[in-house]
Every structure is written in structure tokens, then in C-alpha cells.
């Protein structure tokens, strides 16, 4: 799939200019991060670096200084010390802090004792090359506020709209009564009407079907859906196309994946090797088979978080649970052993458990009370010691190779029955060197002689072949099913590590939840993690957040934003919902439901809001141009695996059937390293969700496309418009090939031209081509023929090739790569 691209024609190039547009995917803007990330990413992965080996020698706590140089504030970096400033901002090239900690100048060496890991070199280049953000702000001379107060109090905290329970908001009446389908529609219209901002109107049926087609398979509708739903003129025909999409198995592939994008998830455990885990493709299927099955959202988070300590029914549903905490397993491992920086690990399950599911940048407690919301240094802590109390797998590393402490799949009965063939061989193999050992004995006593020579060499190769035997069979053990999972630690409460460093602890601090949620602490006798509590916790119907922001998540999918844009931030340093009277109505009727996904689709899709076109309203655009009111659908760039998956799914290629584990190498040959990191990226057919994901090294096809970054949690895809994504399409060998199959397919199902064109355009673009259309591919099928010939190709070539570009233009045009 990633062979060297293909030169193509000027006459092609020309034509798809002339005849199509530029490419599709050269119109869109490309987004710019908030600097909130880049702060995020100081708090996250700089200041624990700093704080842990920097400050002990350049920070105002210390009466004299090493070369005169404060690292405890931006401003003291940029001043720098006796050589200069210690960064340049966005140069890390020229920065000596750089220069320092890699140990590149035998004379500037920082810290001196020992080097940095690999990871942390990374993380300090690429903050320096974002520009170094950093919200450390000197107090005065020599002196820093190194540990900053809370930014919003307990009290404020209450106050704010986030941490207030969620109301059941009454539906607005408004003036145009007939505009409503549903009571969304009712809210969103309510809006419009006191802005004065009209909306779009209805779009037509197949621009629909495309868009509900899309929306909840990621694959495009085939001329046979399109057929039937234009047929079908009941009242009840986009609701039966809703739910015919909603038990397809596809579903669950779709929503998975954006699941998939705010958990962070990966195949590989992102440590300095970034050793690989066969086992963790099982979190992955049971993301996939819990959307398909609707799994109520309370149940999905209590799963997730301690689906071990709920047992279940049968022991296929105890084992399916168990997977589903693989959730906790994937956290990024760090450092170049087993117990390497466990405290990041834990810290990085924090972050994501806050983001994921409550929408909050909780981990910004670590090194000190958050700066913006009422989440305490306690709090983080409080949290800690639950996690600190799961024991986590253990994957690999490049010193210990071998996976310990993976949750077997199987009761130890079943165990015990499927190794017990193996075991006997063991012994008879034990047995037979034992056997042979006694007859060296005997041998030994017999006086010297010949024939002792000869007993005893007889004796030494029989033992020695014996011994090989026994050492072959113990390693022919049958593999028990396991899975990267969590499990039950001895509980224990963790101490506050001040300034976020692991080796200068502070006060202990009982295991609870943060105080602004409820505070609550687990007993002093409880014998376990908490993880149970706090499962139950996350997915009361009293939390406040819980139901909203994942309302919020299943909004932004199918409009493309949420109504509060930051989906990982409902905090002060995110934006306040557009609609907050929506948004609770939603999180009510979701708990109403069942906590029912499915369901709150079905209130979405059925909505005149979500059903209305994208085209533009010229008064509305001048009044809100953002779209803040939803008085339009926003047009939308297909993702990655959409967009790949689409165009294997019109050519004939896809795959449909679920994949399973990747095909890693053997794991007795791994010998991974921090030179030498896990890589591979394996040809697969199937759905791109099933791709192979890499934390050190992103998948090429991936990151060509914007796909989401294993390592830290994707909220919002920011689509990107590079040369790159356009030349992939024209010329590597994926899209060759898929085009060639797609001609094959038109040629094998007409004999004229004029309907090999329709065939085109209604496999691809779901509609059929018009009158001028059909003439300006025919007059390029026509030139591209007769360039073909020019260049002297076999004529058995020439029509292939032609009708191939034809599809090559059309997979990689504007209507195919957009869903309006």
C-alpha cells in the first residue's frame, strides 16, 4: 500500500484540473490548536521533568544558583544564565537547553549524573518547538510562584454550570410551529428566532441517505439503498434506514473508532521500545461489540473502569468484562523497565479517566491545585491511590522481555484440563532424563574399561538428547487465552508527591473522589482499590457530567461540533455550551433511555436540525458565520478510515469481517530497544479500525490523513490540507490499484460507454451523472486513449487504463471526499 509513488501524466493531471476541480481535499482550512494544548502538554510532560530534575539546582528554592540559571519560570528561561539564554522559542536547534540535556557538548551536560530517557528528550524538543508554553510566572526577582493556588474555589466551583446538576429543561415553545420535528428542533428554532437567523432548508433524499449512511457506518450507501429509500414515500422511510443502520455490524466499527480516538487507544504500549501487545486487540473488539449491542453507557463506564469486580451471569460474561478493562491496560507505559515510571502511568489513566468521561482536565492537579477549576492537588491524589491499588500488566520492555501479570481468560479448572496433556509429556520427559541420568551413575561405578567408555558415551549423548527433549517440550505448552487487563493491588492510600515528584512525598490522603463531585472517601476498612466506587460513582445518574459530556461527544459526531466545543474541557478553559438548555434536555432524556446510545441517535437523525442542507443562507452567514445557532449541516471532509474504507468498499476490496490480533512476530524473537523501537505496519483489507496503531510511529497511511494520536486523547480530529494527502491519491499504488479494480468493475457490468459512466458515478458519488458530465468523461476517456496510444501501450492496456483514471478522477474529487 505504501510503495513509491507513481508518476502520473501531465494529461491526466491537466484533465482532472480542467474537467474536476482541484482535488477535494485541498479546500478545506487546516484549524490551529487553542494554546490551551500547548499548556496542557507543560503540565503533562514538562514540568514533571523539570520538577524532577531540574529544580534541585536551578529553582528559587536554592540559596545559589548553578550558572546562574532559574528553569522555575519562562521568564528566567528566556533570560537564561552565565552561557545565554536557555531556549529560543521554536528553535529547539539553537536552544542550549537542548543542547544540554542530550548531553551534546562534552562541557554542557544536564543533568550531569544521568541522561534523560528517549521520551522525556522528545518531549522537551517538541515543547521548545511549539514555542515553549509555559504559565509559570516569576513573582519577582530570584523568586517564582512555584506552586500556584486553585484558580476556581469550591464555592465557584458549585456555581459553575458544569458541576451543577443536570435540569430537565422544558421545550421552548416557538413562533413557527410547523418548523419542529422533534423537541430539539424546538430549542435550536427558539434560538434562531430571537437572533433573527433563518434556516436552511430540508435536504433532499439522497443527500440524506449519504449523510445518515456515513454518519453511522462510515461507509458510503449503495445504489440499492439509494433505490429503496426513494421508493419508499411512508412517513416511516428515513426512520427505517436509521434503524436498518443501526443493527448493521458496521455500526459498531464507526462509533468504536471514535471511541477508540478519546481513549487513546493502541496496540503497542508506547514505552521507550514501544514493545507490542498481541492481547490488546481484545479492548479494542469489545468497544466494537459494546456499541453494536447498545450496552446501556452507565454499564459501558462501570465495565471499563471495574469490569473485573463485577463477575457476571457466566463466565463468558465475567471474561468479557475482564477485557473491558483494558481500558485501564492501555495506558502509556514509560521508561525501559518493569517498574520504569509507574507514577506516569498512573498519571496518564488519571487524565484520560477525566477526560474521557468527565470532560475535565483533572491531571492538572498533579503538581499543584488546578489553575482553573476546583480540582485540588487532594483530589488528583485522592484518585491516585485507586489506580496506585490495580495491579497493571506488565508488556514488555527492553530490560524484561516477557509479559507478566496479563488476566487469563480461562477458570483454573479449565486451565488445568487444557494443560494436562502438556504436563504429562513434562514428566515423561523429566522422567526419562531422570532414567538416563541413573544409568550415567551405574555406568560411572564400573571399573575402567573400553566398554565404561563406551557405556558412558552411549549414557552422555542419550542424556543429552534427553535433556533437549525435555527443555523442547516444556516450551510446546498450549497458549491460554489472556487479556491486557487490570487487576485488584494491595490497597493502599497514596502520599501528595509534591511538586509532582515520586521521591519528595507529603501527607497521605485517604482514596476518595474530587470534592467538587461529591468528595466521597472509601472507609478506612475497605480492603479493595475502589475502583468499584468509583465506577459506580462515574456512572450516577447524579454526576453531573457524566451523561453530558458523552451527549456532547455523540452531538459533535453528527454535527461536526459539540454544543460545548471543547469536548474534553467543560472546565473554564473551555467554551460554554451554545445551547445549554439542550444539552441538559439531552442528558435527561439519555438516563431517561436507559442511557441508551442508540437512542439519543435516533432523537438526533429525526431532527429537521440534523436534516437540514449545507448550503449557504446569505443573511444567516452574515449573522452567525461560525454556525454557533446550527442554522445549517456543515459540510464535512471524510476522516482517514472513512475516506479509506470508502473507496476499498466502492472497488470491490473490503473486507467486512472483524480482524482479530495482528500478526506480530513471535514473541520469543522480540528484542526491542529504544534504538531499535517495535515498527510494522501490516496489509489488511479490512476496515481501517482495525489498522495497526502505533504510539512511537504512526501509522503512515494515518497520519498522511489526520488520524488520531495514539498517545494523548483525540476530542476533535483538526483535518489538515497538505500536497501530501492529494499526491496519495493520485499516485500511490493503494489508490492505483483500487481505481483499476473499480474500472474492472464498470467495464464487467456495461457494454456502452454512456453506461459505464452512470455506473461510476452512482457507485462512487451515490447519484447519477448529468448530460454534460457523461460528455466531458467521454471526451477524457477519448484523450486519454488516444494519449495511451501515442505512448505506444499494447492495445489490450488502453482500455483499462483509461476507464481507471476516470476513477482515479472521481475517488479523488470533492463530492467523494465530502458529505454534505
Given at each position: ?8 501524466s501531465l494529461a491526466l493531471s ?146 459553575f454550570w458544569a458541576f451543577q ?439 438526533i437523525l429525526l431532527s429537521r ?212
Amino acid at each position: 500500500m505504501f510503495a513509491p509513488p507513481r508518476r502520473s501524466s501531465l494529461a491526466l493531471s491537466t484533465a482532472i484540473a480542467l474537467v474536476f476541480g482541484t482535488c477535494g481535499l485541498c479546500c478545506a482550512e487546516t484549524p490551529t490548536p487553542a494554546g490551551s494544548e500547548g499548556l496542557e502538554f507543560f503540565e503533562k510532560r514538562i514540568r514533571p521533568i523539570l520538577v524532577a530534575h531540574c529544580y534541585e539546582c536551578h529553582s528559587a528554592d536554592r540559596k545559589k544558583q548553578e550558572g546562574g540559571l532559574f528553569l522555575d519560570s519562562r521568564s528566567a528561561l528566556l533570560k537564561g544564565g552565565d552561557s545565554g539564554p536557555a531556549i529560543i522559542p521554536g528553535d529547539p536547534e539553537k536552544s542550549l537547553l537542548i543542547t544540554a540535556v542530550r548531553h551534546a557538548d562534552k562541557d554542557l551536560k544536564m543533568p550531569p549524573e544521568q541522561k534523560l530517557s528517549a521520551t522525556q528528550l522528545d518531549d522537551l524538543t517538541a515543547w521548545v518547538k511549539q514555542g515553549a508554553p509555559d504559565p509559570r510566572l516569576a513573582t519577582s526577582a530570584g523568586t517564582v510562584d512555584s506552586r500556584p493556588k486553585s484558580g476556581m474555589t469550591l464555592e465557584e466551583g458549585r456555581k459553575f454550570w458544569a458541576f451543577q446538576p443536570v435540569q430537565d429543561r422544558p421545550v421552548p415553545a416557538v413562533t413557527d410551529q410547523s418548523w419542529p420535528l422533534t423537541p430539539i428542533d424546538n430549542f435550536i428554532l427558539n434560538r434562531l428566532e430571537l437572533a433573527g437567523v433563518a434556516a436552511a432548508p430540508r435536504a433532499d433524499k439522497r443527500t440524506l441517505l449519504r449523510r445518515v449512511t456515513f454518519d453511522l457506518t462510515g461507509l458510503p450507501p449503495t445504489p440499492n439503498d439509494l433505490a429503496e429509500f426513494l421508493a419508499d414515500d411512508s412517513p416511516q422511510a428515513f426512520e427505517k434506514v436509521i434503524d436498518r443502520l443501526l443493527s448493521s455490524p458496521h455500526y459498531g466499527e464507526r462509533w468504536g473508532r471514535h471511541w477508540l480516538d478519546v481513549v487513546r487507544y493502541a496496540d503497542t504500549c508506547g514505552n521507550a521500545s514501544d514493545y507490542p501487545v498481541p492481547q490488546a486487540h481484545r479492548y479494542r473488539d469489545w468497544v466494537i461489540s459494546a456499541f453494536n449491542r447498545n450496552l446501556p453507557y452507565d454499564q459501558f463506564v462501570r465495565e471499563q473502569i471495574a469490569g473485573d469486580l463485577l463477575g457476571g451471569e457466566s463466565e463468558e460474561i465475567k471474561f468479557e468484562r475482564i477485557k473491558a478493562t483494558g481500558y485501564l491496560a492501555i495506558a502509556r507505559r514509560f521508561g525501559g523497565d518493569r517498574v520504569g515510571e509507574h507514577h506516569l502511568t498512573i498519571e496518564d489513566t488519571i487524565d484520560n479517566v477525566g477526560r474521557a468521561f468527565l470532560g475535565s482536565t483533572i491531571s492538572c492537579a498533579r503538581c499543584h491545585d488546578h489553575k482553573f477549576d476546583p480540582f485540588t492537588s487532594h483530589d488528583y491524589y485522592g484518585l491516585y491511590g485507586i489506580f496506585s491499588s490495580t495491579r497493571y500488566p506488565f508488556p514488555g520492555a527492553e530490560v524484561g522481555r516477557q509479559q507478566v501479570d496479563f488476566v487469563p481468560l480461562m477458570t483454573p479448572a479449565a486451565i488445568d484440563e487444557l494443560l494436562k496433556p502438556h504436563r504429562e509429556k513434562v514428566a515423561a520427559a523429566e522422567a526419562e532424563v531422570n532414567r538416563l541420568q541413573a544409568v550415567e551413575a551405574e555406568a560411572k561405578k564400573l571399573p575402567d574399561s573400553d566398554e565404561k567408555k563406551t557405556q558412558l558415551e552411549a549414557a552422555a549423548k542419550a542424556l543429552k538428547e534427553a535433556r533437549q527433549k525435555h527443555q523442547a517440550v516444556q516450551k510446546e505448552a498450549p497458549p491460554i487465552a489472556d487479556a491486557y487487563a487490570v487487576a485488584e493491588a494491595k490497597p493502599e492510600n497514596a502520599k501528595i508527591h509534591l511538586r509532582g515528584d515520586p521521591k519528595r512525598l507529603g501527607d497521605e490522603v485517604p482514596r476518595h473522589f474530587p470534592a467538587i463531585l461529591g468528595g466521597q472517601e472509601l472507609p478506612p476498612e475497605n480492603a479493595t482499590s475502589g475502583r468499584l466506587q468509583l465506577a459506580e460513582w462515574l456512572s450516577s445518574p447524579q454526576n453531573p457530567l457524566t451523561a453530558r459530556v458523552m451527549v456532547n461527544r455523540i452531538w459533535q459526531q453528527h454535527f461536526g461540533k459539540g454544543i460545548v466545543q471543547t469536548p474534553n474541557d467543560f472546565g473554564r478553559q473551555g467554551k460554554p455550551p451554545t445551547h445549554p438548555e439542550l444539552l441538559d434536555y439531552l442528558a435527561a432524556r439519555f438516563v431517561e433511555s436507559g442511557w441508551s446510545i442508540k437512542a439519543m441517535h435516533k432523537q438526533i437523525l429525526l431532527s429537521r436540525t440534523w436534516q437540514l442542507t449545507s448550503e449557504e443562507v446569505a443573511t444567516s452567514a452574515r449573522l452567525d458565520p461560525n454556525n454557533e445557532l446550527f442554522w445549517k449541516f456543515t459540510r464535512r471532509r471524510l476522516d482517514a478510515e472513512a475516506l479509506r474504507d470508502s473507496i476499498l468498499f466502492v472497488s470491490g476490496q473490503l473486507d467486512e469481517t472483524p480482524a482479530g490480533a495482528h500478526p506480530f512476530p513471535p514473541a520469543a524473537s522480540w528484542g526491542f530497544t529504544q534504538h531499535n523501537p517495535f515498527n510494522a505496519v501490516y496489509e489488511t483489507r479490512r476496515r481501517s479500525v482495525y489498522l495497526m496503531q502505533q504510539r512511537l510511529r504512526k501509522n503512515p497511511y494515518l497520519a498522511i490523513f489526520d488520524g488520531a494520536d495514539p498517545s494523548s486523547s483525540t476530542a476533535v480530529r483538526l483535518p489538515s490540507t497538505t500536497p501530501l494527502q492529494a499526491l496519495f491519491l493520485m499516485n500511490d499504488s493503494f489508490a492505483h490499484d483500487s481505481a483499476a479494480k473499480l474500472a474492472a468493475l464498470a467495464i464487467a457490468s456495461q457494454a456502452e460507454e454512456p453506461k459505464r459512466i452512470e455506473f461510476l458515478y452512482q457507485t462512487t458519488l451515490t447519484r447519477a451523472p448529468n448530460s454534460e458530465e457523461v460528455s466531458e468523461c467521454s471526451d477524457f476517456l477519448q484523450k486519454y486513449r488516444a494519449a495511451l496510444a501515442a505512448k505506444g501501450a499494447p492495445p489490450p492496456q488502453v482500455e483499462p487504463e483509461a476507464w481507471s483514471a476516470l476513477a482515479r478522477v472521481l475517488l479523488s474529487g470533492n463530492e467523494f471526499a465530502f458529505v454534505d
